[in-house]
């Protein structure tokens, strides 16, 4: 009877701790669950911020050669002003002839406009 008891007493203290053990058990499963989620709410937000990464490399990449191009068009524009500037300068220097050629010309006209009316004088006379 003593063993009986005995046994029996075992038996509950057993069951009693398998209880105990399945509580923990589920309450494991439970933390493993929210972990679970945890982690998978992490990978959402890790691929977020990969794609916003992502997405700012595009635009810097994107800026830099927006910059390049603007920078080979300022260097186009002032290549074509010095040749602008140089071109300017040629026709000053042609205009000085230009015009010092028809001062030339011009005091020409009036000594043959003298010279001519010297010689109606004399025709004249």
Request: aromatic share 6%; charged share 40%.
């Amino acid at each position: 009877q003593a063993q009986l008891e005995e046994a029996q007493q075992q038996n509950e203290n057993l069951e009693s701790e398998m209880m105990a053990f399945k509580k923990k058990c589920v309450a494991a499963e439970k933390t493993i669950d929210d972990l679970s989620m945890r982690l998978q709410e992490n990978d959402i937000t890790v691929d977020e911020y990969k794609q916003r990464f992502e997405d700012l490399q595009t635009a810097d990449e994107n800026k830099r050669t927006e910059i390049r191009l603007l920078n080979k068009m300022v260097k186009e524009y002032s290549n074509k002003a010095e040749e602008s500037e140089h071109d300017f300068v040629d026709l000053k220097g042609k205009y000085k002839e230009k015009k010092h050629h028809i001062e030339e010309l011009q005091k020409e006209l009036v000594l043959l406009r003298s010279q001519n009316a010297e010689y109606e004088n004399v025709i004249v006379a």
